[in-house]
């Protein structure tokens, strides 16, 4: 009977980060109809065959995971939350992965025909090595511990998304499919918090842990990425073997970011591969900071990723 629903408590935040985290996803939120995709029409027409089936194809999978992320994803992590903000902070989250997997399909409806949307989805949906990996996480999220859970989602931002997001940052730095690529930048920035908070999260709950338990849990995380990084190379087989001369560079770039997921997880990296290792076009693809839009001939991205990044009342105004 005395039972209360007590209400979330601004003003009373426990964990700072829970606040600093919602200010900075709420000050880059982002729409992808706000991206002019359809200047990067004459573009797409300019590719041969095998790269187009590429573009496609790679979003097709970006397309599956960010599903993943916002249908069971999110839902899963808060269930085991520490403070009402972090639940708070995990609906913006959850949102934004809906933005991310619906912005694939604004860009596939202006550059490809329906007929190639359906093959598009169809593959999507039946390719062995995105399916393994989707359900492989999917079955973390509904059967794992609370950290392991975490562990999955960390893997899935800041690892796994790398083998499609290769391919439109390589356009980007050759200045092609630019508008493409903003949607893309604008996910990773977005994914860059993502990783960042539920790793910090996760180590809060790993440093509680006995040193016999962090034993294990670290264990059964580097077996995780063995498997996902076994499957990462049949996928990135399936996308660009044939199709492109990209698939050594892909890896080492899925090598670099698998080591930035262990870092958000406090953990040791696991390769050698760094920074100086990838390829420097797809490095300054990704950089997000505006000092590196001048590298790119096309001004206008960076011009159009500040207007996105300091919004104004007056764009509510509709
Ligand atoms: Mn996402
Ligand atoms: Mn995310």
Do not use: C
Request: aromatic share 14%; glycine share 6%.
């Amino acid at each position: 009977m005395a039972e209360q629903y007590e209400a979330i408590n601004w003003n009373a935040v426990e964990d700072q980060i829970d606040k600093a985290t919602w200010e900075k996803l709420t000050e880059q939120f982002w729409l992808d109809t706000r991206i002019p995709v359809s200047n990067d029409q004459d573009d797409w027409r300019e590719l041969a065959a095998p790269e187009q089936w590429v573009v496609g194809h790679v979003f097709g999978g970006l397309t599956l995971l960010d599903t993943l992320q916002s249908q069971d994803g999110m839902v899963s992590l808060q269930q085991n939350i520490r403070t009402p903000q972090e639940r708070a902070v995990l609906n913006n989250i959850q949102f934004m992965e809906s933005v991310h997997a619906k912005s694939y399909s604004t860009i596939f409806s202006t550059l490809n025909t329906p007929a190639e949307i359906d093959e598009i989805f169809d593959w999507t949906n039946h390719n062995e090595h995105l399916q393994y990996k989707a359900n492989k996480i999917n079955d973390i999220y509904h059967n794992g511990s609370p950290l392991q859970k975490k562990i999955a989602s960390v893997f899935l931002e800041t690892f796994l998304f790398y083998s499609g997001f290769f391919t439109p940052l390589w356009y980007l730095g050759n200045n092609k499919l630019t508008n493409v690529a903003e949607i893309i930048k604008l996910i990773i920035r977005d994914e860059s918090v993502h990783g960042t908070y539920i790793g910090y999260k996760f180590q809060l709950g790993f440093n509680e842990l006995s040193e016999a338990d962090q034993q294990e849990l670290k264990d059964w995380m580097y077996d995780l990425l063995y498997d996902l990084y076994a499957n990462e190379e049949g996928y990135t087989n399936d996308i660009y073997a044939t199709r492109t001369e990209w698939t050594d560079q892909v890896m080492t770039f899925l090598r670099y970011n698998a080591n930035k997921a262990l870092m958000n997880l406090g953990q040791e990296p696991l390769f050698p591969d760094t920074a100086e290792d990838v390829n420097p076009i797809v490095m300054n693809g990704i950089s997000t900071s505006t000092s590196n839009h001048d590298f790119f001939s096309q001004v206008g991205n960076g011009y159009r990723l500040g207007q996105v990044e300091a919004m104004s009342d007056d764009d509510y105004k509709f």
